[in-house]
């Protein structure tokens, strides 16, 4: 078994052990958000908003599409504090057959972040099997993506960010692609990149990360 399948089958009995989230943390962040720069407002962004949806169980929430990358966090507290009268970005949208619409009998549209919010509010987790093993294997992608960076490190393979950005793939592997900026850009260059091709620049010094 090679380092990353054994990281991998690691990754997935912690998160059986560790189970599901409370629904309140994704409302929590819906409500608040997170302070992108010191003086900007709070934001909801795409990324982290996903990883919170599956550690909580909506899966196919985390799986719908989205249009742009953040938006403002609802508060009023907010409001009060940032008088700024810039449109929200971040939109779910649903396009006809879409499992999220099916599920939650939402017509073709878009969607603000209240709507995800009151879902939540409403429903219960995805409980069906299938559900929960696509959660466990998208969120072992991001068990094994920590042990990785702790061990580049310690080969003295730095990065600027390694994470910070994610997509989800096009294929059914559930294999994720991870946003790399490495230190030094002459022989490496950034991109996104699967945890394989990272595990390639770790072991070996090659591959796709190589200039």
Known sequence: MTMLAELKLSAVGQIEQNGLLPKGRVLEYLQQGERATEIGPSLVLQNHLSKLLLETGYVSL?????????????????????????????????????????KYQLSEGWYEIDTVSNLVQKFEPDSDLDSLNVRKQILSNFLVLDELKKRLKMAGKTFHTLGNSWSYP?????NLIFLLEPGNQIQYQPGYYTLAQLEQWLEHDTGAVIR
Not at 96 to 102: F, H
């Open 62 to 102: 985390a799986l719908g599409s989205w249009s742009g990358y953040a938006t403002h966090a609802k508060s009023e507290k907010r409001q009060e504090r940032y008088n700024f009268n810039i449109r929200d970005n971040l939109h779910m949208v649903v396009e006809k057959g879409d499992a999220v619409g099916k």
């Open 170 to 174: 096009t294929t059914k592997d559930r």
